[in-house]
């Protein structure tokens, strides 16, 4: 087992096994990075965006970025899998697009050549150097990402299991994120009481309407930022009305302040 992590575009590969899961150990979160993860086993469910989902064996799990999930231990039985984080700029945008759409599932339990990618990810960790585990990961982690696209037709889409409601106040926070997108915002579009989004929001999200609003503006000013925009631009393209509030909340989430975003390709 083992958990490599860097910086940009690869933020961590894994291998994990945990023989008695803890929930306590597992946070609630959402992060500017696309996610592959393998359910390897264990007895467990994962929430992805306010739909429960219970894995079988092998599922693998394709996780955009900016998409609030968790892990959820139903019993103490070990649990395994591998997580691949990474940033959307190392795939052409045609997989990207095709890949992280949306959540999706795939099972590759019966699927060698799926299978042999994450194999080859124990093989490269038992056998090379670090630096010659991390060059070699990370050009596997492209050709899975090429492999993966060509698999799609044989993906699961998560379907909404969550109030009709959650998925209007989903839409219209993606729709809406260079407005002044609040729970005010919301209450007006949908003719209801703030306290009522507020609370629907939370029972069925598990985070809060306003974390998860702000977050979702950070991570989309973090990508502009990646293009080339300037920190103040994307400051004022996504309605922070102050700049403070805005890097407080960038470092927050990031881990850096905007200044240091172009370092992270270097």
Not at 176 to 201: H, P, T, V
Request: hydrophobic content about 35%; glycine content about 2%; charged content about 25%.
């Amino acid at each position: 087992m083992f958990e490599e992590k860097s910086g940009y575009p690869i933020y961590e590969i894994s291998h994990k096994y945990v023989e008695t899961p803890d929930a306590s150990s597992y946070s609630r979160h959402m992060h500017n990075c696309c996610e592959l993860l393998l359910f390897v086993r264990g007895d467990a469910n994962y929430n992805i965006d306010g739909i429960l989902y219970q894995p079988n064996p092998y599922d693998l799990l394709i996780i955009p970025r900016a998409t609030y999930h968790y892990f959820i231990p139903v019993s103490p039985l070990p649990y395994e899998n591998y997580v691949l984080d990474f940033d959307s700029f190392i795939m052409a945008p045609q997989h990207a697009e095709k890949l992280f759409a949306r959540p999706v599932i795939i099972n590759i339990k019966d699927d060698k050549e799926f299978c042999r990618y994450f194999k080859r990810l124990d093989f490269y960790h038992e056998t090379y150097s670090r630096e010659d585990f991390t060059v070699c990961a990370d050009a596997l982690l492209r050709e899975l990402l090429v492999f993966c696209s060509y698999r799609m037709d044989q993906s699961v889409i998560l379907e909404p299991e969550r109030p009709p409601l959650v998925d209007t106040v989903l839409r219209l926070i993606s729709d809406n994120l260079e407005c002044r997108l609040d729970a005010d915002f919301l209450a007006e579009e949908l003719r209801l009481s703030k306290s009522y989004i507020q609370n629907m929001f939370s029972h069925s999200m598990h985070i809060g309407l306003k974390q998860y609003i702000m977050q979702k503006k950070v991570f989309a000013a973090h990508s502009d930022m990646m293009n080339g925009m300037s920190a103040s631009a994307a400051s004022a393209k996504y309605a922070f009305t102050d700049y403070s509030v805005f890097f407080r909340l960038y470092k927050k989430y990031l881990g850096y302040p905007p200044r240091q975003t172009k370092n992270q390709i270097s």
